[in-house]
């Protein structure tokens, strides 16, 4: 493989690697905090979307949705950051059922905005 081509290639697989990398790998933590929204916020709806269609199972899941809760969970986004995501891509009002049931399944914060232990440990 001429060197150029290998630079593109490594290039490409760092650009991608940087790509909401808390999305794509698992974490325990994370994955027992969807599974309280799967459970508490059945049947609830972001705008037009039930949020059982957004969470990762055998026939849906919404890329989007998992990047954007993985981002807060993490402490990467702020609530408001958040919410304002939420609202944008689903035309949920920031005080939805939907929104606010999302929310009380994650972790509490600290000042400092990361989870504490606790409510989705």
Not at 36 to 43: E, I, K, M
Not at 61 to 69: A, E, K, N, S
Request: proline share 6%.
């Amino acid at each position: 493989m001429k060197v150029a081509e290998f630079s593109k290639l490594l290039l490409t697989a760092l650009a991608l690697a940087g790509c909401a990398t808390d999305a794509w790998r698992p974490e325990r933590n994370f994955d027992v905090a969807l599974e309280q929204v799967r459970v508490q916020c059945w049947g609830l709806r972001l705008g037009a979307v039930s949020i059982n269609r957004l969470m990762p199972n055998a026939t849906t899941t919404d890329p989007y949705f998992l990047d954007v809760t993985s981002r807060y969970y993490h402490g990467k986004i702020s609530e408001q950051s958040y919410v304002t995501a939420l609202q944008g891509s689903y035309a949920a009002p920031a005080d939805s059922p939907g929104i606010r049931c999302i929310l009380e399944q994650m972790p509490k914060r600290n000042a400092d905005s990361a989870p504490t232990q606790g409510n989705a440990e």
